[in-house]
């Protein structure tokens, strides 16, 4: 008798242990957090210039979230670009363009590494997140994004050449829990150097057509397509309401 008694007893405070806790578990399910952190892998491909190539990339990434609807994401996102010129008509002086100007097929080729350090500003079709239904959160939303960013072209037998560039893309977030989160990213990266496809030997990559140059005007640009994985920290204050 008195080891069932023992049990009952155990068993009411196990049972009154989680009617206390489940309340408290409930309400971290709706908890709202300042950021996540993550990083992703994907492809990165070379626009400039010469023909096209692709290659791998990676990022490590922080996102500030405003709402449901708007958030900043920081990062470093590092990937290759890589091309040739098989095929085309590349003049010998960029002063004479055409064949009668001297221009003959040559076939270089590059292979660079890309260093991106920026932020872009994120803007969610529909309220992202997990909650109580009031809310009208959604677990998945395709989103858009404009930046601001630092590139530094590397490797290749050249010296390294930076500029600015500025990102813009589409994507789409998907909240696997509370917390986790998925997404597909792909962002356009338009910069102002025209250094990311030249080697120590092919010098004229860098301007092969003697087309004058601006701001952003004939210089090398670079996408990337990530798969991203995130965890979101730090929770929103909450006012109590009793």
């Not at 290659?55 to 920081?74: K, L």
Request: charged residues 20%; hydrophobic residues 35%.
């Amino acid at each position: 008798m008195p080891n069932k008694e023992n049990g009952r007893k155990t068993v009411k405070r196990i049972l009154t242990i989680i009617s206390l806790c489940l309340p408290l578990l409930l309400q971290a399910e709706e908890l709202e957090y300042k950021m996540d952190i993550g990083g992703g892998v994907g492809l990165s491909h070379y626009w400039g210039d010469a023909n096209t190539g692709t290659s791998a990339m990676g990022a490590v990434t922080c996102r500030y979230i405003f709402n449901p609807h708007m958030a900043i994401r920081m990062g470093i996102e590092a990937g290759g670009v890589t091309g040739s010129t098989e095929g085309l008509y590349i003049p010998v002086d960029a002063g004479t363009p055409g064949k009668e100007g001297g221009a003959r097929l040559q076939d270089f080729s590059f292979s660079r590494g890309v260093m991106d350090i920026g932020a872009q500003f994120e803007i969610n079709f529909l309220a992202y997140g997990m909650g109580a239904g009031y809310k009208k959160l959604s677990r998945i939303t395709p989103y858009a994004l404009v930046g601001f960013g630092l590139t530094v072209g590397m490797g290749g037998g050249a010296p390294a050449k930076g500029g600015i560039n500025f990102p813009v893309g589409l994507g789409v977030k998907y909240k696997v829990k509370p917390r986790l989160n998925l997404g597909l990213e792909w962002a356009m990266h338009f910069s102002t150097t025209d250094g990311l496809d030249i080697t120590r030997e092919q010098r004229q990559l860098s301007d092969p057509y003697g087309i004058e140059s601006g701001f952003m005007k004939n210089k090398d640009s670079y996408s990337f397509l990530m798969f991203f994985v995130t965890y979101d920290i730090f929770p929103k204050y909450r006012k109590c309401n009793n």
